[in-house]
């Protein structure tokens, strides 16, 4: 079974530029999440979808940050425009339960 | 929301050692604590999980236990090797929110 795929892996930008990531869940999972990770600490929670339903956007930065996941497989994750504090990891997970996540490889995000 | 709390931050054992990491929690409504390795560069690999209605779970070095009444949940690791050597980080399921909250990671290495 694959896992949760995610791209690109590394993207540097300069700031004020638009940048988007992309994910896609373990096949039959519906809930699909992302984080954002920065160094030395834990994942915290941006978005989390049921179907194609946000459900949860309460931590996602609404003036730069937007999401989508139209069909409720695959999902972007969107900035524009970037700024220097958004250099971090971006994780995307899924669940088929609601509980048990599982993560993929992340894309690493540089602002210059 | 829920807050989960993680210590030690760094720990180093001879390798042969046992290793144990604690978390503690806040929502006495949170029902699901996973754990998660994340080696460098690498994404959050899903361990070992245990759900409230369990004491304790075990799979061949890792073990988890849970107490409820206290609120923390441990992670130990016995006859650790030095591909153990990673940052591990707890989480809890918080039911209201329906939302994983991870701890802020705990940093293990294993001396040869």
């Known amino acids: 079974e694959a896992g949760v795929v995610q791209s690109p892996r590394y993207k540097i930008i300069e700031k004020k530029q638009p940048v988007a990531f992309w994910c896609n869940p373990i096949s039959g999972h519906n809930t699909l999440y992302w984080y954002l990770q920065n160094l030395g600490q834990g994942p915290e929670l941006l978005i989390r979808y049921e179907n194609e339903e946000a459900v949860d956007d309460s931590q996602l930065p609404k003036d730069r940050f937007s999401a989508e996941r139209l069909k409720g497989v695959d999902s972007t994750l969107k900035i524009q425009p970037a700024e220097l504090g958004d250099s971090a990891v971006y994780l995307c997970a899924s669940s088929h339960r609601g509980d048990t996540q599982y993560f993929g490889p992340g894309t690493r995000l540089t602002v210059l | 929301g829920e807050n989960v709390e993680q210590h030690p931050s760094t720990l180093s054992v001879q390798e042969g050692d046992s290793a144990v990491i604690k978390c503690t929690y806040s929502?006495?409504?949170?029902?699901?604590f996973p754990w998660y390795k994340q080696e460098l560069g690498k994404r959050p690999q899903l361990i070992i999980d245990i759900r409230s209605n369990v004491g304790e779970k075990k799979d061949q070095r890792i073990a988890v236990t849970l107490n409820k009444t206290a609120k923390h949940f441990s992670l130990h690791i016995t006859e650790t090797q030095p591909e153990d050597s990673a940052v591990y980080f707890c989480?809890?399921?918080?039911?209201?929110?329906?939302?994983?909250?991870f701890g802020t990671g705990t940093r293990l290495t294993v001396i040869p």
């Open positions: 929502d006495s409504a949170s029902n699901y």
């Open positions: 989480a809890a399921f918080q039911n209201g929110a329906n939302n994983l909250f």
